[in-house]
C-alpha cells in the first residue's frame, strides 16, 4: 500500500487575507508508491485570452433568463446564435467548463458585481457583460491573483480591457463576496449552487469510476500485475472500496472500477497516458459488449454515431480475434478523419471505416456495408442518467443546450419530444437494411419517452421490408429474464445510483436469424446438438448463451 493518502480537498471557500474565492477540487501532492507526472493545471494560472471569449459566448447563450423584477445585468443583444471557434479539442473542453462554472454561480457573481459598485459601468457596454461574469468568476477562482501571459497568445483587446477593470476594484470585489455570505447565512460558497446541480456533483464526485482495458497492448493480468506493484488491492465488489482498492465490473471483465477519489492518479500513470487504460462511462461498455456478443465472424458492425473515439477504439479491441470490420458515420471533414485515425493508431486500432455520410443518409443498399449485420446504435439523449453528464456531453461533442438542462435537472417537455422524434427516425431507419440481423440500441436517459417507448413504436411502425422476417426484442446478454416475463421486461436497465451511473439498453433481432448464424462448416461426420425449448422466451437465452460460442456444430432446435 502506498505510504499515505491523497488529501481529496471538496470544494469549498478559502479565505485568505479576508478575501473569499471559488476553489475546485484538487490532490495533495503524494508520497507514496503510486506513480504521478507532473501535469499543469488547467485555469491555475488563468486562460488564454480566446477561451474568456469563448466561455462568454457560450455562457450568453447557456445563462439562466431572469424575470423583469429580478434583472440585475443587462447582457445586451441575445438574438442568435454566437460562432465559437476553438483553437482545439482542450481549449473546446476548458471554454465549456469555465461557462458552465459561471453558470453555477451566476446568482452570486451577479449580486458581488452590483454589490460592489463595479456594475454598471460607462467603459464596459452591455455586450462585453458575459465576458465579465465570467472573467469574475475566474478572478475568484485564482484568489484575485494577476493571470499568467501564455506564450503565443493572441490578444484581445476587450479580454485585456475587462480584466484590468476588475483588477482596477479588486478590493472591493472580495469586500462584497464577504457581505453577500454574510447576507445569505452561507457557511460556504456551495451555498449559491442551485441544489439540483450540487446533488448531481456530489454524486459524480462519489460515483466509482470506469475504465477499459485496451487489450491491444496489455493484458488484464498484466494490468492487475501492474497496479498491485503500485499498491492496489483488488476487492470483490464496490462496498468494498478502501482507496487504493479495484474490483472487476460484474457486467464487463475487461472493465476495472475504482474509487473516485483515484480518478487524477490513475489519470497519471503509464497505463493511461500509453493508451492501456481508458476512462469512460460504463453504459458504452455496455453497448459496444452487447453489439460483440450479436456480431459473428467475418461479418461487419456499423456505428450509427461518432460519439467519443474511445467507444468505436473499444468495440475495434473487442472484435480483435474476428475479421470484422467497423464502419462509423458522420465523420465530416478531413481533418477529423486525420484526427481520428492517428488517435486509433495510436491505440492499435485496424479495423475501423470513417464515413462522412450521417447515419440517416445511407442507403441500406450501400455495397460498402455488404457485410454488415450488426447496428450499435447510441443516439443523442438527456444524458441525465450518466455518472458525469456535463463529461459525456463533451467528450461525445454532444448538444451542448442540454448543458442548460442538466442546470435544472430536467428536461423540458418540447426538448424531450424532439430528442425521441429524432431518436425514432434513427431507429427506423436502421430497421430499413435487410442483411442487418441485430440493432443495439442503447442511452443514458431516465425518461420512458427516449427509451422504451422509441423502441416499441420502432417495433410497431412495420416498416421492415422483408414482412417474414420481422424484428422482435431478445434479452442482452446481461439480462436475466424468466419465461413469464414481459418485453418491457426485457429491456437491460441500470437505475442511477450512489454507486453505478444509468444505462439503458434494448436489443433488437430478426426472427429465425439466429438459428442461420449457428449454421456453421460441421461435416457429416458430427452429430447435431438437440434442445427441447418450452418457448420463445427461453430459446432466446440458451442461444444467446451459445452465440459466438459454438464452432463445428450445427445446432438444431426441436420443438
Known sequence: MPDSESNLESSDVDVINGTSVLSETKISDEKGSVEKRAVPQIGKDGYPDSIYINAAKIFQGLRTEKSSGKILLRYGDTSGSPTVAFKDEQSRRVSYELAFKTLKYQDLLEEVLVESKVYPSYSIPDELTSLLVVMLCDLQDRKFQNRKIFAEEEIVAEVQEV??????YETKLAAALARCRIKHDALSIEYFVPETILKQEQRTSALPICFWINTFKISLEDVIK??????????ESVSDFDHYTYAVDQHCRDVLVFPSSLKEELLNLDLSADCKLLLQDKSRSLAVHSARALLSEGADIIMAHLGSHLTIAHMSVLTNDSSSSIFVCGVKSSAK???????????????????HE?????????PRLEKATVILLIPQCSELGAGNPMELILSEHGDAD?????????VSEDKLRILAERQLNELLHALKFNKVQAIVYCTCSVYPEENELVVKKALESGVERDKARRYRLIPSIFSTCSDSESSTEMFFKIEPSEISSGCFLAVLE?????????????TASKPPVCFSLPSTTILNKIISQFHGAVTGETITLCS
Open 226 to 235: 501492474d497496479l498491485e506493484m503500485k499498491g492496489f488491492t483488488k476487492v
Open 510 to 522: 430478426r426472427e429465425f436469424s439466429r438459428y442461420k448464424s449457428f449454421q456453421s462448416t460441421a
Open 163 to 168: 480584466g484590468n477593470y476588475l483588477y482596477s
Open 358 to 366: 450521417d447515419f440517416t443518409e445511407l442507403r441500406p443498399t450501400d
Open 402 to 410: 442540454l448543458l442548460q438542462d442538466l442546470f435544472q435537472g430536467f
Open 337 to 355: 478523419e486525420e484526427e481520428l485515425m492517428n488517435s486509433f493508431s495510436h491505440m492499435g486500432c485496424t479495423n475501423i471505416s470513417l464515413l
